[in-house]
C-alpha cells in the first residue's frame, strides 16, 4: 500500500511542481501607447503603473511613439514613472516612431530607456498652447525654456543619463537617431524587437524608490494591456481633426434644430457632439476669436432666413465660417492644428448643406396651402342652385359652401373662389377656355 502511495506521489510531483512554477512566475507588463501626450494618455500609463505596482510585476514596458503633447500631462506621466516601485522601461518602436518634445521627459524618466533602429528623439522645446490668439513675450518663453531645461536636467541626473545633450533638445531642438542616442548616453541600449528588449534587460540593475531592484526577465510571463473603449474614444476625440468635425456637426444640427423646430434628432446629435467637442476643446490651443467667428457663420445663416438680405449674410457666414475654422487652433505645432484638407471639404460640406436648406425652407414657404381656408383660395367648385341676388351655395372639396357672385350663377355653372371671409366665399364664374 505503501508503496503505491509513494509511486502515486513521485508520478505528481512534476505536475504540482510545474503548477506552484506557473504560479509564482514573474510577470512583466507591457503596453503600447502612441499619438499626443494628452489627459488620456497620462490616465492611462499612470493607471498602468499602479497596476504594475499592484500585482508586483517584475518591470512595466511602456512601447512609446509620440510627437510630444501637453506639459500638464507629461508631468503627471513623468511623477508616476519616477514613484514607481516597479522598474519602468520606455521602448521607442516600432522602427519609424519618434519621442519628440514630450515623449523625450517620459524618455528619460524611465529606468530603462531603449530604442528601435530607424526610430529618433528630440525636439523638446516648449511651445505655448494659450488661447485667444495672444503670444507670449520673450520674457515669459525665457522663464518657460528655463523651467523645461531645468526640470529635464534634474530627471537627467537623477537617471544618470546624458543632461548636456537633454538640456540642448530643450533649448536647441536637436534630434538623434537611436544609434546617436546610444553612443550620447541618452538611451541604455537599441533593440530590434520585444524579444530583443527582454534579452537586454534581463539581470539589469535599476534604482526604483523602494531600492535596487533586479530585472529577471528570463521565463518572465507578459501580461499585455490596451486601452478600452472609453479611453479610445476620448483619444480620438481629442485630437484636433476629429474635435473640428464634431464641433461642426454639433452646429449644424443646432442650426438645424433653430430653423425647423420640433425635429428633435438634429438637436440631439448636435447637442452630443458639441459636448464632445467641448470637451476636447479645453484640452487644445483654442483661439477664441476663431470659435467666436464660427458662431457669428452660424448666426448670420439663422438670419438669411428671416432677414431678406439678397445672399448677404449667406457669404458673410461662409467667409466667417472659412476664418474661423483656419484660427481655432493656435499652435506652432502642426499636431496640434486642424488639417486644412479637413477644413476645406468640412466648410464645403457645411455651407451646401445650410444653402440647401434654406433653399427647401423658401420653397416651402412660397408653396401654396393645401388645407384651410388659404387652401381652397382659386379652387373651383359647382353651383348647386340658382344664385338668387348674388347669393347661393357651391359644391367643392367635398362640403357645400355658401357663396356670394357679383354676376349671375345657374346650377351647373363651375365658379372659382376669389377669397373667403368667414364662412363666406366670394366667387366669380369660371371662364371656359378652348
Given at each position: 500500500m505503501k508503496k503505491s502511495v509513494l509511486f502515486l506521489l513521485t508520478l505528481a510531483a512534476p505536475v504540482f511542481f510545474s503548477l506552484a512554477s506557473a504560479s509564482f512566475a514573474k510577470e512583466i507588463h507591457y503596453v503600447k501607447t502612441e499619438g499626443i501626450v494628452n489627459p488620456v494618455m497620462a490616465e492611462f500609463l499612470v493607471k498602468a503603473v499602479k497596476d504594475a505596482e499592484e500585482s508586483k510585476a517584475e518591470a512595466l514596458i511602456i512601447q512609446l511613439d509620440?510627437?510630444?503633447?501637453?506639459?500638464?500631462?507629461?508631468r503627471d506621466i513623468v511623477k508616476a514613472i519616477l514613484s514607481s516601485n516597479v522598474p519602468v522601461v520606455v521602448y521607442v518602436a516600432p522602427a519609424g516612431s519618434r519621442a519628440a518634445s514630450a515623449g523625450v521627459f517620459i524618455a528619460?524618466?524611465?529606468?530603462?530607456?531603449?530604442?528601435?533602429?530607424?526610430?529618433?528623439?528630440?525636439s523638446a522645446h516648449p511651445v505655448t498652447l494659450g488661447g485667444g490668439g495672444e503670444k507670449p513675450d520673450a520674457t515669459m518663453m525665457k522663464k518657460v525654456e528655463n523651467d523645461a531645461a531645468a526640470y529635464i536636467k534634474g530627471i537627467a541626473l537623477k537617471r544618470g543619463r546624458n543632461a548636456e545633450w537633454a538640456e540642448k533638445a530643450v533649448r536647441e531642438s536637436v534630434n538623434?537617431?537611436?544609434?546617436?542616442?546610444?553612443?550620447?548616453?541618452?538611451?541604455?541600449?537599441?533593440?530590434?524587437n520585444r524579444e530583443a528588449l527582454l534579452l537586454k534587460l534581463d539581470g539589469m540593475k535599476t534604482e526604483t524608490v523602494s531600492g535596487p531592484r533586479l530585472i529577471a526577465a528570463k521565463g518572465a510571463v507578459i501580461v499585455e494591456s490596451e486601452m478600452n473603449w472609453r479611453?479610445?474614444?476620448?483619444?480620438?476625440?481629442?485630437?484636433?481633426?476629429?474635435?473640428?468635425?464634431?464641433?461642426?456637426?454639433?452646429?449644424?444640427?443646432?442650426?438645424?434644430?433653430?430653423?425647423?423646430?420640433g425635429a428633435v434628432l438634429p438637436g440631439v446629435i448636435g447637442a452630443v457632439c458639441l459636448v464632445l467637442a467641448f470637451y476636447s476643446l479645453q484640452t487644445l490651443s483654442v483661439n477664441y476669436a476663431g470659435l467666436l467667428l464660427i458662431a457669428l457663420a452660424v448666426i448670420f445663416f439663422i438670419l438669411e432666413l428671416k432677414v431678406v438680405s439678397y445672399g448677404l449674410l449667406?457669404?458673410?457666414?461662409?467667409?466667417?465660417?472659412?476664418?474661423?475654422?483656419?484660427?481655432?487652433?493656435?499652435?506652432?505645432?502642426?499636431?496640434?492644428?486642424?488639417?486644412?484638407?479637413?477644413?476645406?471639404?468640412?466648410?464645403?460640406f457645411m455651407t451646401i448643406f445650410i444653402i440647401g436648406t434654406m433653399y427647401y425652407a423658401l420653397r416651402i414657404?412660397?408653396?401654396?396651402?393645401?388645407?384651410?381656408?388659404?387652401?381652397?383660395i382659386k379652387s373651383t367648385g359647382v353651383v348647386s342652385?340658382?344664385?338668387?341676388?348674388?347669393?347661393?351655395?357651391?359644391?367643392?372639396?367635398?362640403?357645400?359652401?355658401d357663396a356670394v357672385s357679383a354676376e349671375p350663377l345657374k346650377k351647373g355653372d363651375r365658379a372659382r373662389v376669389l377669397e373667403v371671409k368667414g364662412l363666406v366665399a366670394k366667387v366669380e364664374k369660371e371662364k371656359s377656355s378652348f
Open positions: 509620440t510627437p510630444g503633447g501637453l506639459d500638464l500631462s507629461m528619460y524618466a524611465a529606468n530603462v530607456a531603449a530604442m528601435a533602429p530607424g526610430t529618433n528623439i528630440g538623434i537617431t537611436a544609434e546617436d542616442a546610444l553612443k550620447l548616453g541618452v538611451i541604455n541600449f537599441v533593440a530590434e479611453s479610445r474614444v476620448l483619444s480620438a476625440v481629442t485630437n484636433p481633426n476629429v474635435a473640428y468635425i464634431l464641433l461642426m456637426i454639433g452646429l449644424i444640427g443646432l442650426y438645424f434644430e433653430l430653423s425647423n423646430p449667406t457669404v458673410a457666414g461662409i467667409i466667417s465660417l472659412i476664418l474661423g475654422s483656419l484660427m481655432l487652433f493656435d499652435s506652432p505645432e502642426p499636431f496640434m492644428r486642424v488639417s486644412v484638407w479637413v477644413v476645406m471639404p468640412t466648410v464645403a414657404h412660397k408653396k401654396k396651402p393645401i388645407s384651410g381656408v388659404e387652401g381652397i342652385d340658382d344664385f338668387v341676388d348674388g347669393t347661393g351655395k357651391i359644391f367643392m372639396e367635398g362640403e357645400y359652401w
